[in-house]
């Protein structure tokens, strides 16, 4: 082999590869039809042919062939993924809502969002006649009147497919119609290599579209034209009488080859060169082919390539199958590879339409793609229908040779290199070299596991999983997509999830899992999507960081972490840095080993705990995970502090070293969990009298759930009385916090805060000590600090303020998930979501998994995660996993005397159109503005809280909204009216009270009667 293929080559890659063909709705299935020598051909029945209004002369002329070539269900389109209305939807040219789903999946075969790809990527395609703007459109009475002239005309002209592209999906590159007749879609693959050399973009989108409308309506034969009698293309072969048309789409994603290799794309082929030309007028006529013409772009493409003609191994060949373009093609190609090989009959030779037809437009890009899968797959594809050549082909003296069967490509050649050709009436022709990948290079070796001494054996590290959409429906389509593409094992699950991370864009349903592998993958995912597979907050969740306090603490805590996450690992070294002085140990030992009786004395426990939890708080920013709102539970309340900028780290660490010194050195105590509330449990302690002396209510964490503190015996008798009520239970904890045996350490302590810098909260930050957001004055103040030692922590009050601000995702950011349960105990937490970050001690996956678990219910509660940030040290590659599924739905204009069949929907999109989702139109205003949605989105149903913009809306139809409602109502609103009032409840009131505005006495009192449900007055 060649020694270049281990190392980078010039060139451009082929990172994706997206189509809709004949018989095969990707590109897998179209491999394996070439591959077992499928033909496409669907014969037609006279039922048929009349359904798609096809007139009945024409069907029973002998020369009419039954006979169609195109994809199924072009009349059905996702027009909410790529935010159209359903009307604009169903007057758009249906070719480019193909582009448009082709370009996506051709953007996940890839596995690039645009959203989080740093360069520019352009677009480079075309489209064929509008025939369903002409045969189903243009004949419906007052259909561009209605819709508006400018839309109807964005909707169909060949001039707006590129840049609509561009338009939906966010890209910025040059977006680019190409249009040359049938080398359309290879030319527009070698303009955009020409984009990409040039440095004009970083990724291109290159291919086209061609439609046959309607799609089940055959052809009409002529004596002596380019199309067969029967139905069948067969390039090269003795019996060959011509093309038949066929329909279909087909686009490449490319990209620079060095850049391709260091992003971790997977290539399919690399380009290594391609030219364009025309024939000009050496030749017969228009439409004839000219062998100067062809001959030349093959020379010249062979020319920029570097490659010579004899390492060519396959030649995917425009062949049409006509007695006098099949001998032309030849004859071009002999010729421009004799110039420098005397070689016979060692090129393969084969033409895709013989198995799916003349795609037209996509012809090209088809071909490209068949000849992409050759060279990567390394089988010599069979030319289907070929028995002998063409009499008038010298195959024998050429050096080309027509495979009948699939075979492994020749060992001979140094390197698998194959050629395109495309050539369209009109002469303009374009060629194309693909040469194999280089070799990938060894999968990156995965991140050194950081082992502290004190370490027992490394924890494997998890991955996390993450699919989306913009439905329910195409959510769980998606996810069944993907777990059964991991349930074989036989892709890298660490790649798996930076190509679903990094290269997908992220929508409202989401569902998520972490997992060690991708068997194990995909089981976890199905239960997943059934349990929890939710759509995200329409509005923004507020982030929530919750520190626990002491208790939450256990042997081994983090240890994976450590070993895993560089933010955390660089932080926690930092803090154990800091706290050496303070402890004269280094915690670490403490938090690593197996078992360290240290972790149970208060002087070590809060300062671990405090390393701990301010460690991962710098790893979730360090992720793009910020939070909008801090609360900590005693202990976790210096934790915050320190996140919110109160104090700074290095007084942090001596405040909480401190503070644990002062409290290991008080008199031991212990605390009692009471399932009380507050005013029960201090009524108990009353009623206790000198039994329960010394016992005071410290922690109010629920508002029937209480912890009292003081001498353990005094506990116990507390525990005894209340045991006919209630079962209560000692915490392991050392002393009694928070109570009147926290005294003698008061005054030590308020010198201790009185010697370290305190400032305002940069972050918003919850109180302990009054259960409200810690006011300036209270964080700087050495008095609150000595309050918050010795006060009860009112958790529970403190929980109030948190979710009165609205939805949000509580994330505890410590071991254990003793505030995540405490949390969901408090009334009004179903409106919020609450997660855990590490695991329970009593938990036997890793730490990393935890982490990873908790990340992902975060992310499908809305909370987002910078992906670049999260796999900055993992070096993923990009591998071929199902992208997002569409959820397609019939948005068609039938054409006069065609009969559509009954749409049929799958089961769960069919119960999600069947379900009533809002408040219909509850007076005459609002069923008014109501007709008029209806009529310009083309949704049968409107309810009152349907938002404009969530719908589709846009300018251009806010706009005919307005002209329509001023035509019913005479009313004249502005487009500010409309965006700032975007409901049908909103807008009939602006409608209402625009009447109000100059009317008579008796007319205003009947509108604020109508406006406010009130009984209209008597006339007087």
Not at 979 to 1003: E, I, K, M, S, Y
């Amino acid at each position: 082999m060649d020694d270049r293929l281990d190392s980078p080559m010039e060139g451009i890659a082929i990172i994706g590869m997206a189509g809709r063909f004949p018989g095969a709705d990707d590109v897998a299935a179209l491999w394996r039809n070439v591959l077992a020598g499928q033909v496409a051909a669907r014969p037609l029945s006279e039922q048929q042919l009349r359904d798609a209004g096809v007139d009945p002369a024409r069907i029973a002329d002998p020369a009419y062939v039954r006979v169609a070539y195109g994809p199924q269900d072009i009349d059905r389109f996702d027009a909410g993924f790529f935010g159209f209305t359903p009307r604009e939807a169903e007057t758009m040219d249906p070719q480019h809502r193909l582009l448009l789903e082709c370009c996506q999946q051709a953007l996940d075969d890839g596995g690039h969002a645009p959203a989080q790809f740093d360069g520019l990527i352009g677009v480079y395609a075309g489209v064929g006649t509008p025939a369903y703007m002409i045969r189903n459109l243009l004949p419906e009475p007052g259909l561009i009147d209605a819709v508006g002239t400018l839309q109807f005309s964005i909707g169909n002209e060949k001039s707006f497919a590129a840049t609509k592209v561009s338009f939906k999906l966010g890209l910025q590159g040059p977006s680019v119609n190409v249009d040359t007749a049938c080398s359309t879609s290879l030319v527009a693959v070698h303009q955009a290599c020409q984009s990409l050399l040039s440095f004009e973009c970083d990724m291109a989108l290159a291919g086209g579209v061609s439609l046959n409308v309607p799609v089940d309506e055959g052809y009409q034969f002529h004596e002596g034209g380019i199309v067969a009698s029967d139905g069948l293309c067969r390039p090269f072969d003795h019996r060959s009488q011509g093309t038949v048309k066929g329909a279909g789409a087909g686009i490449v994603l490319l990209k620079r080859l060095d850049d391709a290799i260091a992003d971790g794309d997977r290539v399919y082929a690399v380009i290594k060169g391609s030219a364009v030309n025309n024939d000009g007028a050496q030749k017969v006529g228009f439409t004839a082919a000219s062998v100067d013409g062809q001959a030349a772009v093959i020379a010249q493409a062979l020319g920029v390539s570097g490659v010579p003609a004899d390492s060519i191994g396959y030649v995917e060949a425009h062949g049409t199958g006509t007695q006098l373009g099949d001998p032309v093609e030849i004859a071009a190609l002999s010729e421009a590879y004799r110039a420098t090989t005397a070689r016979t009959q060692y090129c393969a030779l084969g033409a895709l339409k013989a198995n799916i037809g003349h795609l037209d437009i996509a012809a090209g890009v088809a071909g490209l793609i068949k000849a992409a899968k050759a060279v990567e797959q390394g089988v010599l594809p069979p030319a289907t229908h070929f028995e002998a050549p063409n009499p008038a082909i010298d195959f024998p003296s050429s050096p080309f040779y027509v495979p009948t069967q699939a075979t492994p490509w020749p060992a001979s050649f140094d390197a698998r290199r194959a050629a395109v050709s495309s050539f369209g009436i009109g002469g303009t022709n374009a060629h194309v070299i693909l040469e194999q990948a280089p070799l990938p290079a060894p999968p990156p070796a995965p991140a050194p596991v950081q082992v502290h001494p004190a370490h027992g054996t490394p924890t494997a590290r998890s991955q996390l999983l993450v699919a989306s959409a913009k439905s329910a429906a195409a959510l769980a389509d998606t996810v069944e997509a993907l777990a059964t593409a991991l349930a074989d094992g036989g892709v890298d699950i660490a790649d798996a999830a930076f190509t679903l991370q990094a290269g997908r864009s992220h929508h409202r349903f989401r569902c998520a899992v972490a997992c060690a592998d991708g068997a194990s993958a995909a089981d976890p995912l199905r239960r997943e999507m059934a349990r929890a597979g939710r759509e995200v907050h329409s509005k923004k969740r507020r982030v929530v960081f919750m520190f626990p306090g002491q208790g939450a603490q256990h042997a081994g805590m983090c240890r994976g972490l450590y070993e895993h996450e560089r933010v955390f690992r660089q932080t926690l070294d930092e803090c154990a840095d800091l706290l050496r002085p303070e402890l004269d140990c280094d915690v670490r030992d403490i938090l690593f080993a197996d078992a360290d009786p240290r972790l149970k004395q208060t002087r070590y426990t809060q300062s671990a705990l405090f390393c701990v939890e301010y460690a991962l708080a710098c790893q979730l920013q360090a992720w793009g995970i910020q939070p909008d709102l801090l609360i900590g539970h005693s202990l976790g309340e210096y934790v915050a502090a320190c996140v919110s900028g109160v104090l700074g780290l290095e007084d942090a660490i001596k405040v909480v070293a401190r503070r644990g010194a002062l409290l290991d050195a008080l008199a031991p105590g212990g605390m009692l969990v009471v399932p009380l509330s507050e005013a029960a449990l201090q009524q108990a302690l009353a009623d206790g009298g000198e039994a329960t002396a010394g016992c005071v209510a410290a922690v109010v964490n629920a508002p029937t759930l209480c912890v009292a503190a003081g001498p353990v015996e005094a506990l116990e008798r507390l525990r005894d009385r209340l045991a006919p009520r209630t079962e209560c239970h000692l915490l392991p904890a050392s002393h009694a916090f928070h109570s009147p045996m926290m005294d003698p350490a008061l005054s030590a302590f308020g010198d201790v805060m009185r010697g370290v810098r305190l400032l305002a909260p940069r972050i918003p930050l919850v109180s302990n000590v009054t259960g409200r957001l810690l006011a300036p004055e209270e964080a700087t103040s050495a008095a609150y600090w000595v309050r918050h030692l010795r006060e009860p922590v009112r958790f529970a009050d403190g929980m109030d303020t948190v979710l009165d601000g609205g939805a949000a995702v509580l994330i505890e950011v410590g071991p254990g998930v003793t505030l995540t349960t405490l949390a969901r105990q408090q009334p009004g937490i179903d409106a919020h979501v609450v997660c855990s970050s590490l695991r329970h001690p009593r938990d036997a996956s890793s730490d990393h998994a935890a982490l990873m678990a908790g990340l992902a219910q975060a992310w499908m509660a809305g909370v987002e995660i910078d992906w670049r940030a999260f796999n900055q040290a993992r070096r993923g590659r990009r591998v071929g996993l199902p992208g997002v599924a569409f959820e397609r739905r019939r948005h068609w204009i039938a054409a006069p005397g065609q009969i559509m069949p009954a749409e049929v929907l799958p089961p769960a999109l069919a119960a999600t159109a069947a379900a009533p989702s809002g408040v219909l139109p509850r007076d005459e205003m609002e069923r008014t503005v109501a007709d008029v949605w209806q009529a310009q989105f083309g949704i049968a149903r409107i309810y009152v809280d349907q938002d404009f913009f969530e719908l589709g809306g846009h300018s251009l139809l806010a706009a005919r909204i307005l002209v329509a409602l001023e035509e019913r109502t005479g009313v004249r609103l502005t487009i500010a009216d409309l965006f700032g009032a975007p409901t049908v409840a909103g807008l009939a009131n602006r409608l209402l009270l625009a009447q109000v505005d100059g009317a008579d006495d008796a007319l205003l009192a009947r509108l604020l009667a109508e406006i406010e449900g009130a009984p209209e007055p008597l006339a007087g």
